[in-house]
C-alpha cells in the first residue's frame, strides 16, 4: 500500500472516530442538561420550551463540529461538484441552446414549413422542423437566384439566437421580387426601361389583381401603409458611365426565378433587336 493511500485511510479514519466522539458528546451532554432541568424547574411548559432550546442548540454544535472535521473533504466535494457543474454546461451548451431557440421559435414563429428562408448564409425552402435543427432544401446559387440545388441542409436551431432569419415568404402567397438590368450610359436607358415595363406587365397580368389583394391583407393585418405591387422600373446610376434598371414585379411564391427569366429573356429580345 502507497504511502499517500495509507495517509488517505489514516485521515477518514481519524474524522470518523472525532464525528462519533462529538456525536457521543453532545447526547451525553443533552442528557445531563435536560436532566438537570427536569430536577430544577417544576413547571411544565418552562422545562418543555427549555428542553427544545437545548436540542436546538445541540443540533447547531454538532453541526458546526462536523463541519470542522469536515471541512477539508467539504471543500473538496464542493470544488469536484462545481467542475463536473461546469463540464456539463459546457458539454451540452448546444443542446440547450437548441432547446431555447425552438422555445422561442414557438412563441415568435419566425418561420413555417414551406417558406423560403435565409439563415446565417444558408437560403433554402423549410422542409422539416425538429426541436434541435431545421432542414430545408438549399435554393440558388447566391441570393440573385430561385433554382433549388437538390442539397439539403440542416442547422441548429441555436443560430436563431444569434443570426437573424430573413423570411421571403412572410406574405404567403406572393413576394415582391426585385432584379437589375446593368446598361451602359450612352444606350437607349428610355426604350429598354419601356421594353422592361411592357414584359413585367405582360408577366403580372394574370395575377396582379390577386397579389393586389393579398398585400391590402397585409397591410391590415400589420398596420402597413403603402405595399404597392404593380410592375415598376427605377433607374440608378451606379459608375460614371454605367446605369441599372431595377425591375420590381410582383410574383408568387416560388416563381420569382422564372418571371425574372421570362422578363429578362424578353428585354435582351425585343431590345437588342435590329
Known amino acids: 500500500m502507497s504511502l499517500a493511500l495509507w495517509d488517505l485511510e489514516r485521515g477518514l479514519w481519524t474524522k470518523t472516530v472525532l464525528s ?12 445531563v442538561i435536560v436532566r438537570a432541568l427536569a430536577r430544577s424547574i417544576d413547571r411544565p411548559e418552562l422545562r418543555r420550551r427549555w428542553i427544545v432550546s437545548i436540542r436546538n442548540g445541540v443540533i447547531v454544535l454538532v453541526g458546526a463540529g462536523l463541519a470542522a472535521i469536515w471541512a477539508d473533504a467539504l471543500r473538496t466535494l464542493a470544488v469536484s461538484l462545481l ?16 432547446i431555447l431557440a425552438s422555445l422561442m421559435k414557438a412563441v415568435i414563429n419566425p418561420y413555417s414549413l414551406g417558406d423560403r428562408i435565409e439563415i446565417a448564409g444558408y437560403r433554402g425552402d423549410v422542409i422539416d422542423q425538429s426541436l ?20 439539403k441542409i ?27 438590368i446593368p446598361l451602359k450610359a450612352e444606350e437607349d436607358w428610355q426604350r429598354a426601361e419601356q421594353i422592361l415595363l411592357e414584359a413585367a406587365e405582360e ?3 394574370d395575377f396582379l389583381e390577386a397579389a393586389r389583394e393579398s398585400m391590402r391583407r397585409l397591410e391590415e393585418t400589420y398596420g402597413l401603409d403603402g405595399l404597392s405591387v404593380d410592375p415598376r422600373v427605377h433607374v440608378q446610376v451606379s459608375d460614371p458611365g454605367r446605369l441599372n434598371l431595377l425591375v420590381r414585379v410582383p410574383a408568387p411564391v416560388g416563381r ?11 428585354f435582351l429580345t425585343d431590345f437588342h433587336a435590329k
Do not use: D, W
Not at 462519533?20 to 442528557?31: E, K, M, N, P, S
Not at 451540452?92 to 441552446?97: G, I, M, P, V, W
Not at 440542416?154 to 437589375?180: D, I, K, W
Open 256 to 266: 420569382q426565378g422564372r418571371i425574372e427569366q421570362a422578363i429578362v429573356r424578353r
Open 20 to 31: 462519533v466522539l462529538v456525536l457521543a458528546a453532545a447526547l451525553a451532554l443533552r442528557v
Open 83 to 98: 467542475a463536473l457543474a461546469v463540464a456539463l454546461v459546457i458539454a451540452t451548451k448546444e443542446l440547450l441552446q437548441s
Open 132 to 151: 434541435l435543427t431545421t432542414t430545408i432544401v438549399e435554393v440558388g446559387p447566391g441570393k440573385a437566384f430561385h433554382m433549388r440545388t437538390g442539397r
Open 154 to 180: 440542416t442547422f441548429p436551431n441555436a443560430l436563431l439566437l444569434t443570426t437573424g432569419v430573413v423570411n421571403e415568404s412572410y406574405t404567403e402567397q406572393f413576394v415582391v421580387h426585385s432584379f437589375s
Open 203 to 205: 408577366q403580372c397580368r
